[in-house]
């Protein structure tokens, strides 16, 4: 009895944070959705919300996650794969996540001092004599940061799993006649998957909303649906759209982690 | 053709600057026998398992499969396939495609894919999992699985890395049999690695005793056990009472302030020696009949037999095993034949060690 009592007093400040900082901003998100822009209730903003312009949107946020986690797990695998094969791993592995401790403004101006016309790049691209290019506010730059800052969150749970791997299983597959890429095709990335599954979600469902970096970087030339949702907040002021947006959101990032969830299989 | 399948020559393998891991190593390995390496951690067995298969390179010295030096071959090309310790079966795979793995990489028709993983379940007793999970399966179906896997290949050569290990006592030795059946069955060559000399004793047609990277001993398992070299194997394979000794002429030898009869010769005269008598060898009887004279320190019941650790009067220990129980702090008297005592030079080559045991086969055959 007593026990009940201690325990129930331990999940207090879950229960609390919880409510106050899950349940609670979703329950106002899907509410706010429900008023236009008067303040009256309406399904205008699901109406709006199915018309070309925000599909575009949707379409194009997507389509940009989806570079940006698709680069990442180019970059990300091998890297994991050669940081298991070295000595100090650890330290190896720490070096590469020490960059996402820093603030990502302070990472984005970075760039913007590298990329910009008088930056390091260009400086470097005149010297070899291809000249001086518009490198900030393309898709190239907004990509190219877009996945700098992600690829430790890709890294990680791929080493994991890859470091996880008992290598007697590739000495198994080589002693049965594999090679080593089809010990990498039948072996190591079947058994990596929950890695890489896992990676693909911490990056693709935060791309979705990226804001910060589509006008630092981008020059407000890529629109995502988080871009939409802050120009709705704090610029048009029409809370409901923007709520609807988020909505949106939700539900897709739901349906990924669905799909993308990992069944996992113990031996 | 010989009969020979593999053969080490001179095969020293050695990591960085530590003492080498196997030292000028050579033996041959002869078609549709049971092999055994046996040894203590550390001593180099699996190393040599390792070698055949591909996954390491020697240092130095060469390794002939079927007359033709392999040691360029990579592991996939080889004709050997590995049953592991920890059997290293895929766990994203069921039964069936864990067996058909090898097949599916040949890249063979499907139906004979089918064919032959089903015969080769069937081989092991597991036809009817073929759709199981490996986490569903229980630690020997496992082991049978991981067997499954490597004859479907149809190798010349089977390896098997202690795959026994990790199975309860019963369920160890169950399996036992059945290795031991199935290799008769196949016709090929197995080559076990175990650091369990009851498991060595009881499956093998020709076992390596290995210490220190170095082959001590081979032979069969009545060789060994009956005539172990040294020290090292008389002590590694099963209980033995090793004391030192003197041998004073040829059928003479010294030991624990007696002479006694025994059956070695060719020796040269009061050369230091080390005598082996197995515990089974030794009989109790009374203080005036006995050879020794020992009192009895502490007794265990074995089930089939009882052990009972004795002492003498220069406090060597005397372990016997006996049918019939012994009292504690007794005097008692061991008797034992003059063929019980084996003796072992100091320092003697396996070669030599040979020599002089056929030449006693030939003294006897003199005598009768």
Same mark, same amino acid.
Not at chain 1, 83 to 89: D, E, G, V
């Given at each position: 009895?007593?026990?009940?009592?201690?325990?129930?007093?331990?999940?207090?400040?879950?229960?609390?944070?919880?409510? @106050?900082?899950?349940?609670?901003?979703?329950?106002?998100?899907?509410?706010?959705?429900?008023?236009?822009?008067?303040?009256?209730?309406?399904?205008?903003?699901?109406?709006?919300?199915?018309?070309?312009?925000?599909?575009?949107?949707?379409?194009?946020?997507?389509?940009?996650?989806?570079?940006?986690?698709?680069?990442?797990? @180019?970059?990300?695998?091998?890297?994991?794969?050669?940081?298991?094969?070295?000595?100090?791993?650890?330290?190896?592995?720490?070096?590469?996540?020490?960059?996402?401790?820093?603030? @990502?403004?302070?990472?984005?101006?970075?760039?913007?001092?590298?990329?910009?016309?008088?930056?390091?790049?260009?400086?470097?691209?005149?010297?070899?004599?291809?000249?001086?290019?518009?490198?900030?506010?393309?898709?190239?730059?907004?990509?190219?940061?877009?996945?700098?800052?992600?690829?430790?969150?890709?890294?990680?749970?791929?080493?994991?799993?890859?470091?996880?791997?008992?290598?007697?299983?590739?000495?198994?597959?080589?002693?049965?006649?594999?090679?080593?890429?089809?010990?990498?095709?039948?072996?190591?990335?079947?058994?990596?998957?929950?890695?890489?599954?896992?990676?693909?979600?911490?990056?693709?469902?935060?791309?979705?909303?990226?804001?910060?970096?589509?006008?630092?970087?981008?020059?407000?030339?890529?629109?995502?649906?988080?871009?939409?949702?802050?120009?709705?907040? @704090?610029?048009?002021?029409?809370?409901?759209?923007?709520?609807?947006?988020?909505?949106?959101?939700?539900?897709?990032?739901?349906?990924?982690?669905?799909?993308?969830?990992?069944?996992?299989?113990?031996? | 053709?010989?009969?020979?399948?593999?053969?080490? $020559?001179?095969?020293?393998?050695?990591?960085?600057? !530590?003492?080498?891991?196997?030292?000028?190593?050579?033996?041959?390995?002869?078609?549709? $026998?049971?092999?055994?390496?046996?040894?203590?951690?550390?001593?180099?067995?699996?190393?040599?398992?390792?070698?055949?298969?591909?996954?390491?390179?020697?240092?130095?010295?060469?390794?002939?499969? +079927?007359?033709?030096?392999?040691? +360029?071959?990579?592991?996939?090309?080889?004709?050997?396939?590995?049953?592991?310790? !920890?059997?290293?079966?895929?766990?994203?795979?069921? #039964?069936?495609?864990?067996?058909?793995?090898? /097949?599916?990489?040949?890249?063979?028709?499907?139906?004979?894919?089918?064919?032959?993983?089903?015969?080769?379940?069937?081989?092991?007793?597991?036809?009817?999992?073929?759709?199981?999970?490996?986490?569903?399966?229980?630690?020997?179906?496992?082991?049978?699985?991981?067997?499954?896997?490597?004859?479907?290949?149809?190798?010349?050569?089977?390896?098997?890395?202690?795959?026994?290990?990790?199975?309860?006592? $019963?369920?160890? %030795?169950?399996?036992?049999?059945?290795?031991?059946? /199935?290799?008769?069955? /196949?016709?090929?060559?197995?080559?076990?690695? %175990?650091? +369990?000399?009851?498991?060595?004793?009881?499956?093998?047609?020709?076992?390596?005793?290995?210490?220190?990277?170095?082959?001590?001993?081979?032979? %069969?398992?009545?060789?060994?056990?009956?005539?172990?070299?040294?020290?090292?194997?008389? !002590?590694?394979?099963?209980?033995?009472?090793? #004391?030192?000794?003197?041998?004073?002429?040829?059928?003479?030898?010294?030991?624990?302030?007696?002479?006694?009869?025994?059956?070695?010769?060719?020796?040269?005269?009061?050369?230091?020696?080390?005598?082996?008598?197995?515990?089974?060898?030794?009989?109790?009887?009374?203080?005036?009949?006995?050879?020794?004279?020992?009192?009895?320190?502490?007794?265990?019941?074995?089930?089939?037999?009882?052990?009972?650790?004795?002492?003498?009067?220069?406090?060597?220990?005397?372990?016997?095993?006996?049918?019939?129980?012994?009292?504690?702090?007794?005097?008692?008297? /061991?008797?034992?034949?003059?063929?019980?005592?084996?003796?072992?030079?100091?320092?003697?080559?396996?070669?030599?060690? +040979?020599?002089?045991?056929?030449?006693?086969?030939?003294?006897?055959?003199?005598?009768?």
């Amino acid at each position: 009895m007593n026990n009940k009592v201690t325990r129930n007093l331990y999940l207090l400040p879950y229960v609390l944070w919880i409510v @106050l900082f899950v349940i609670a901003p979703i329950i106002l998100v899907l509410y706010y959705s429900f008023f236009d822009v008067d303040g009256n209730f309406s399904f205008i903003n699901y109406k709006t919300f199915f018309t070309p312009v925000y599909l575009q949107m949707t379409f194009s946020s997507f389509w940009y996650a989806f570079l940006i986690t698709v680069m990442s797990l @180019l970059v990300a695998y091998p890297t994991a794969y050669l940081l298991t094969k070295t000595k100090h791993k650890q330290l190896w592995l720490l070096l590469i996540i020490v960059p996402s401790w820093i603030n @990502l403004l302070l990472k984005a101006y970075a760039f913007i001092g590298i990329f910009g016309q008088q930056g390091f790049a260009n400086a470097f691209l005149e010297a070899v004599g291809i000249g001086k290019q518009e490198i900030l506010f393309t898709d190239f730059s907004f990509i190219f940061v877009s996945v700098y800052i992600f690829i430790p969150f890709m890294i990680l749970p791929i080493f994991n799993s890859l470091n996880e791997l008992n290598p007697t299983l590739l000495d198994a597959a080589n002693d049965l006649g594999a090679s080593k890429w089809t010990s990498f095709r039948r072996v190591i990335f079947p058994l990596t998957i929950d890695g890489v599954k896992a990676g693909c979600q911490v990056v693709f469902i935060p791309s979705l909303s990226l804001f910060m970096l589509t006008r630092l970087i981008a020059g407000n030339r890529v629109i995502t649906l988080g871009t939409a949702i802050e120009q709705h907040f @704090l610029v048009t002021r029409d809370w409901g759209m923007g709520a609807t947006i988020a909505v949106f959101l939700i539900i897709i990032m739901v349906l990924i982690m669905t799909i993308t969830g990992s069944r996992k299989k113990g031996v | 053709m010989t009969n020979t399948i593999i053969e080490f $020559k001179n095969v020293t393998k050695q990591y960085d600057n !530590d003492s080498p891991v196997l030292d000028h190593v050579s033996f041959e390995i002869e078609r549709g $026998k049971f092999y055994t390496l046996l040894g203590p951690s550390g001593c180099g067995k699996t190393t040599i398992l390792r070698l055949i298969a591909g996954f390491t390179e020697a240092s130095v010295g060469d390794i002939y499969f +079927d007359g033709k030096k392999m040691n +360029d071959v990579p592991a996939n090309k080889r004709q050997v396939n590995t049953v592991f310790q !920890d059997y290293a079966l895929f766990p994203h795979l069921n #039964v069936f495609e864990n067996v058909a793995f090898g /097949l599916r990489i040949k890249k063979l028709k499907e139906s004979v894919i089918k064919q032959k993983v089903q015969e080769a379940l069937t081989f092991v007793n597991l036809a009817g999992y073929e759709n199981r999970e490996i986490r569903e399966m229980s630690g020997g179906q496992r082991q049978r699985v991981a067997i499954a896997r490597a004859i479907v290949n149809e190798p010349e050569v089977i390896l098997l890395d202690e795959p026994l290990s990790a199975l309860d006592l $019963k369920l160890r %030795t169950e399996m036992q049999y059945e290795l031991r059946e /199935l290799q008769r069955r /196949l016709g090929i060559t197995f080559i076990f690695v %175990t650091h +369990d000399q009851e498991e060595a004793l009881a499956m093998s047609d020709e076992i390596f005793v290995l210490n220190r990277g170095k082959i001590q001993q081979s032979g %069969t398992p009545i060789d060994i056990y009956d005539e172990p070299i040294n020290r090292f194997v008389a !002590d590694f394979i099963g209980e033995s009472n090793i #004391v030192e000794g003197r041998m004073i002429e040829d059928y003479l030898v010294e030991f624990v302030g007696g002479r006694f009869e025994c059956v070695d010769q060719g020796l040269n005269p009061n050369e230091a020696v080390e005598i082996v008598i197995r515990p089974e060898d030794l009989e109790i009887t009374t203080k005036e009949r006995g050879k020794l004279k020992v009192k009895v320190d502490s007794q265990l019941f074995r089930g089939v037999h009882y052990e009972i650790s004795c002492y003498d009067e220069d406090q060597n220990e005397w372990l016997v095993h006996s049918t019939k129980k012994a009292n504690v702090g007794d005097e008692i008297g /061991l008797y034992f034949d003059p063929e019980a005592i084996h003796v072992m030079r100091f320092g003697e080559s396996e070669a030599d060690f +040979d020599r002089r045991l056929e030449a006693y086969d030939h003294g006897d055959a003199h005598e009768q």
